[in-house]
């Protein structure tokens, strides 16, 4: 059998020789400043990793110098792991019991809806998400039924990167009068005609979200997320002359067809996008009103 002494001294002392008196250059410069930094590199990474994984009560002799046995290891994973997570739900109901609901219902809260929040809510560890948390909370104890199941099992999911990007996705909606569900609008879309075949009239006019703060990357990952539907939606033929109110934040306008063969375009959030959107503190998005309404007035009376 070959062993590691009979493989390592298969290299000559000529060949380490030859490769010692290699002249300096740039090409091997590169490493040299390489391996300078990499020991310090290493060292920041290896400590970060350390103390994400101390904070979750996993530790190891390379780095603490402890030698316990499996049980001992597996009790203070499950101490600590307890004590975050009831550290979580406590923060929770701090956030909840300091938002003020004006109306309550009578109605008690269902326990099973109650459980599952518990079950779910001990995992939210930032700040953020807590704060949200809290406030569904109190909400569904004024309200019962607002929020629903599967609406905390996609929330659970949602990282604060995620509630960013869904926040500025609010600050764009409107909502016609008389609706839930909030919408996107984009622009419209115009029936193909005469002028339109000839080239002489453009068929669909619209915005890009990217320059009011949502690129379409940002809409697929609230697609993936299932708060908005997964494609552009198309209205059904507007009415000419007919007025609609739509609301957005801070904005109230009236919107009427001066034409036949008109469509409005935009995003729909979903059951569950819609529930989480009452969550959000929406920001007015004027620069983006101000295009829409610019783009909108070429073939819509607006008021």
Do not use: C
């Amino acid at each position: 059998m070959t062993n590691i002494s009979s493989v390592n001294t298969s290299v000559s002392n000529e060949t380490v020789r030859k490769v010692e008196k290699k002249p300096t250059n740039s090409s091997t410069s590169v490493p040299e400043e390489k391996s300078n930094k990499s020991p310090n590199t290493t060292g920041v990474v290896a400590t970060r990793i350390t103390r994400l994984f101390h904070q979750a009560g996993v530790t190891t002799s390379k780095y603490t110098k402890l030698d316990e046995d499996v049980g001992k290891k597996l009790a203070r994973r499950r101490h600590v792991k307890k004590a975050r997570q009831l550290s979580n739900l406590e923060k929770i109901l701090e956030k909840a019991l300091e938002l003020s609901i004006e109306q309550v219902s009578d109605e008690s809260i269902d326990p099973d809806w109650f459980y599952s929040f518990i079950d779910l809510a001990e995992n939210i560890f930032s700040e953020t998400m807590q704060e949200i948390w809290g406030k569904i909370f109190a909400v569904e104890i004024s309200k019962p039924g607002t929020f629903s199941l599967r609406t905390l099992q996609t929330l659970k999911q949602l990282t604060q990167r995620d509630a960013r990007i869904f926040q500025n996705a609010v600050s764009l909606t409107t909502k016609m009068k008389g609706e839930n569900s909030p919408k996107i609008l984009i622009g419209y879309y115009r029936k193909p005609s005469f002028m339109t075949l000839l080239g002489l009239s453009r068929k669909s006019q619209q915005l890009n979200l990217a320059e009011h703060g949502l690129p379409y990357p940002d809409l697929l990952t609230l697609m993936d997320a299932g708060l908005i539907f997964n494609s552009e939606i198309e209205s059904g033929e507007l009415v000419p002359g007919r007025k609609n109110e739509w609301r957005s934040s801070g904005d109230t306008f009236q919107l009427a067809p001066r034409r036949s063969g008109l469509f409005l375009n935009y995003y729909k959030f979903t059951a569950t996008g819609a529930e989480l959107a009452k969550l959000v503190s929406s920001t007015p998005a004027p620069h983006y009103m101000e295009k829409l309404k610019l783009l909108l007035q070429n073939d819509f009376e607006l008021s």
